[in-house]
């Protein structure tokens, strides 16, 4: 059983950057991909960005892809999500979660942390 955990959240001021980390414990992680999602108060969670394991391939949300970058360290099974030029509308929990195929759901999800901009 593999589980995730997020960290790195806290608090900035808009324009500044954060830097999370989901790091996996476990058995082995290979995942086809990890995944960063946020929920913020009232709001639906949505889809941040996603990073293939294997190949490293990306994906953003339109509201993200020119601020916020994915990476990853295989040998530490760890992704990192750099979050720069930070908006107010950034402000939520982030979540990190993997999924086994492009074609499955993400199933195993961290608690998440939080994320907060403010002036």
């Known amino acids: 059983q593999v589980s995730l955990e997020e960290s790195g959240g806290g608090m900035a001021q808009p324009g500044g950057s954060l830097k999370l980390s989901c790091t996996a414990s476990g058995r082995t992680f290979s995942p086809f991909a990890v995944g960063w999602f946020r929920q913020a108060p009232g709001k639906d969670r949505e889809f941040v960005a996603a990073?293939?394991?294997?190949?490293?391939?990306?994906n953003y949300a339109h509201s993200v892809f020119d601020r916020f970058t994915l990476s990853k360290d295989n040998a530490a099974n760890t992704a990192h999500l750099q979050m720069n030029n930070l908006k107010t509308e950034d402000s939520a929990v982030y979540y990190c979660?993997?999924?086994?195929?492009?074609?499955?759901?993400?199933?195993?999800w961290g608690r998440g942390t939080q994320v907060t901009v403010s002036p």
């Open positions: 979660a993997t999924t086994k195929s492009a074609y499955t759901d993400y199933d195993t």
């Open positions: 990073i293939t394991w294997a190949e490293g391939r990306t």
